[in-house]
């Protein structure tokens, strides 16, 4: 019995991090609002995310905002728009998985409640969404007009199979109270009882829910299918991106492995030098490896968001009511032409890097010898650098170059020949330095 209940606060706990989190507070959802892309918010949490990106003197309807999970642009018309801002399949977790604390303190019989005394609330009507303590469910289920009704103990809410009967439950209209919603308007895109038709669906389109639903849970097939394959192109280019992102700080290192020996083989002048090419070789790195890191956060928005809007479609595809999937329609198409959108090159790293720089190194033979450091870029031609050297108050200072490369456009899948050979040490040029102060080139050995 004890492995039982605590199999289900674990299943409880699992619901309530995967499903019922809101990813700005980390809190249970409080009025869980959902944007177009699928993802689900406080209303109070994604209002402040709002009003953060809201310009001076800007019109509500025209405030732009980035998801907070995927990152993708939303504006605010798109949310506030009827019928799509209240997530009511979250409504229902919400509302139906309590946690073990809560059950463990009780609730109030709002029965009870109603004729000014108290009860503890051990049962709960899936229909009514009625909160009652034992001598009160006893009297509603007498009643004739809650026939079929269906009533659970609380602390057996979060047991899998209850959760089917909950998923079955039926649904009233808002106007006709005590009639069940059976019907959708094709025509209006509503849902609608048999009270509703003579008045305002009589010469409309319209099929039971069941089909109505069907079609929906088609969609949301489909949608997490391509999902699925959104991800595989995500992977591919984080493989790629990675793999960049590895090469890049080879290269780094061999080039302050390089510029190290160079210090300790030129004494005075090797401090000098050395400092000069850290600063410029940071400078180079510095804005690649930033980019490299706001790619990565870019791409693991990205993934997030997709991961996240799968997992929601397909758990409200297994347990939603089919009220609460046709409500998701239009989320369900606008997510489908987003990620038909998704621009996969972007998803890609634009490489551009090239390390480019003079390094002149003293050799025994008291001859400056000129080396290059370069990433192994096709097309590449070496330039030699012409050198003068005073007598005394020698000063030379190597300088790195930073040229980008031409943008290389990036295909679906994660291209090998992006990724940059390992940086090479390569000698070019020795000069001698003679007493006259003249350069003599072409002294190879």
Request: proline share 4%; hydrophobic share 30%.
């Amino acid at each position: 019995m004890a492995e039982k209940v605590e199999k289900d606060k674990k299943t409880d706990e699992d619901v309530k991090d995967r499903f019922l989190t809101c990813a700005i507070c980390l809190d249970v959802y409080k009025s869980p609002k959902i944007l177009p892309c699928v993802h689900t918010f406080c209303e109070k949490c994604l209002d402040n995310h709002i009003a953060k990106h809201k310009k001076p003197d800007e019109a509500p309807e025209e405030v732009e905002f980035p998801c907070p999970i995927c990152y993708q642009p939303m504006k605010m018309n798109a949310v506030t728009s009827a019928g799509s801002t209240f997530n009511h399949f979250m409504f229902s977790l919400v509302d139906y998985f309590v946690s073990g604390a809560d059950r463990e303190k009780g609730l109030n019989c709002e029965r009870c409640k109603e004729n000014g005394d108290t009860g503890e609330g051990t049962n709960r009507c899936v229909d009514c969404d009625l909160v009652m303590c034992d001598p009160c469910c006893q009297t509603h289920n007498s009643f004739k007009v809650m026939k079929g009704h269906i009533t659970l103990k609380i602390s057996d809410f979060a047991d899998p199979s209850n959760r089917r009967l909950v998923q079955s439950r039926t649904i009233y209209c808002e106007q006709h109270t005590s009639e069940p919603l059976k019907f959708y308007c094709q025509t209006c895109k509503e849902l609608f009882c048999r009270d509703c038709f003579p008045t305002k669906h009589r010469s409309h389109e319209s099929v039971e829910i069941k089909d109505a639903a069907e079609t929906v849970t088609q969609q949301i097939d489909q949608v997490v299918a391509s999902g699925k394959e959104k991800l595989d192109v995500i992977m591919l280019a984080m493989i790629a991106h990675n793999s960049y992102e590895k090469k890049l700080e080879e290269q780094v290192d061999n080039c302050k492995s390089a510029i190290s020996k160079l210090q300790k083989s030129i004494h005075d002048l090797a401090d000098n030098v050395a400092k000069n090419l850290l600063q410029q070789l940071d400078t180079i790195h510095g804005p690649e490896k930033k980019n490299i890191d706001a790619h990565t956060d870019l791409l693991q928005h990205k993934e997030l968001g997709v991961n996240t809007s799968i997992e929601f479609l397909t758990k409200l595809n297994k347990e939603g009511h089919n009220v609460e999937i046709i409500k998701m329609e239009r989320e369900i198409k606008k997510l489908q032409d987003d990620w038909d959108k998704m621009d996969e090159n972007c998803l890609h790293l634009q490489q551009k890097l090239r390390v480019d720089y003079d390094i002149l190194q003293p050799t025994l033979e008291d001859t400056l010898k000129v080396n290059k450091i370069t990433s192994q870029w096709k097309s590449f031609k070496p330039k030699v650098q012409q050198i003068e050297i005073e007598d005394t108050d020698l000063d030379w200072s190597p300088k790195l170059n930073f040229e980008p490369f031409p943008i290389i456009e990036s295909k679906n899948e994660a291209d090998a020949s992006l990724i940059s050979e390992d940086a090479a040490f390569m000698p070019l040029e020795y000069v001698n330095v003679s007493s006259d102060r003249e350069l003599a080139s072409d002294n190879r050995k």
